[in-house]
């Protein structure tokens, strides 16, 4: 006699929400990387010739509700004093700069724990680096150039991923800005730029910092102190000075969905 093992309703519902966000990535990807999702071009403007480029526009988004505050992805323990919620706001838009480390270890516990990230227009981003900082390899997709399709790129990526990075490649005006913002609203994803991004709901200005770790000139480098200057909008409007400690040895805390560490992980980076 063969025993059929109960499956609990939560798991079962885990599951088909891990089985979808999988499928949108996959598709996702598969419209990045082909090409299939191309930007509408506008019909020319009455007094130009057929032959004059006219600006291809996404289609405008429908109006979307307020980021909801209380949502949010989580972070490393060190980085939540950095944001109003204490993690990553889901459905908002997000500044990191002047620290890489900072960036990746901000996305690393959210990785960890089952999210899917991009990086479009990042090729300075190193994926030995993303890993180091422990950002699951095989739930990121990267896009280093997305030439002059990277608003149509980035609305395919907001439909299926969790995270996207928007880095100095991409080239957007402003109005794809407004509307990537807003389809990061609509499907509560979490849109990160590497650079300035006008009406951005928390702005990170890392501000130099210090090592720790080589113990008289010599040993592993463990941490690194930055001075991060937080602005943005709402509960982050006014200014703020954080120094906080940014782990370089990928320890990434246990959260709702745990996995097995890797084993005999060992941070890469040693001063002799």
């Not at 999988?22 to 082909?34: G, T, V």
């Not at 490393?76 to 889901?90: D, F, Q, T, V």
Request: glycine content about 10%; hydrophobic content about 40%.
């Amino acid at each position: 006699m063969s025993v059929v093992p109960e499956v609990r309703p939560e798991a079962r519902e885990h599951r088909t929400a891990h089985d979808d966000r999988h499928a949108r990535a996959l598709a996702a990807l598969r419209a990045a990387e082909h090409g299939l999702v191309r930007r509408p071009q506008r019909a020319p403007a009455s007094g130009t010739s057929p032959g004059t480029p006219s600006s291809p526009v996404p289609a405008r988004e429908a109006p979307s509700a307020p980021v909801d505050p209380s949502s949010t992805r989580p972070v490393h323990p060190a980085l939540a004093p950095l944001l109003p919620g204490g993690g990553l706001p889901s459905g908002g838009v997000l500044t990191v700069q002047g620290s890489t480390s900072l960036l990746l270890t901000l996305l690393a516990t959210t990785s960890h724990d089952g999210a899917w990230v991009a990086f479009v227009g990042a090729p300075a981003v190193g994926m030995l680096a993303a890993d180091d900082a422990g950002i699951s390899l095989e739930r990121t997709a990267v896009v280093p150039d997305p030439g002059p399709d990277a608003p149509a790129v980035l609305a395919a990526l907001l439909d299926g991923m969790d995270v996207v990075v928007v880095g100095p490649r991409a080239a957007l005006l402003p109005a794809d800005r407004r509307r990537l913002a807003a389809r990061t609203r609509q499907r509560g994803a979490v849109l990160v730029s590497t650079g300035h991004w006008p009406g951005a709901h928390v702005v990170l200005d890392a501000r130099g910092g210090a090592w720790a770790g080589t113990d008289a000139g010599a040993g592993w480098l463990r941490r690194r102190t930055l001075s991060v200057l937080r602005t943005g909008r709402g509960s982050a409007a006014r200014p703020v000075e954080i120094d906080v400690e940014v782990p370089v040895c990928g320890d990434i805390p246990a959260t709702s969905a745990p996995t097995a560490p890797a084993a005999g992980r060992e941070p890469r980076l040693r001063i002799a």
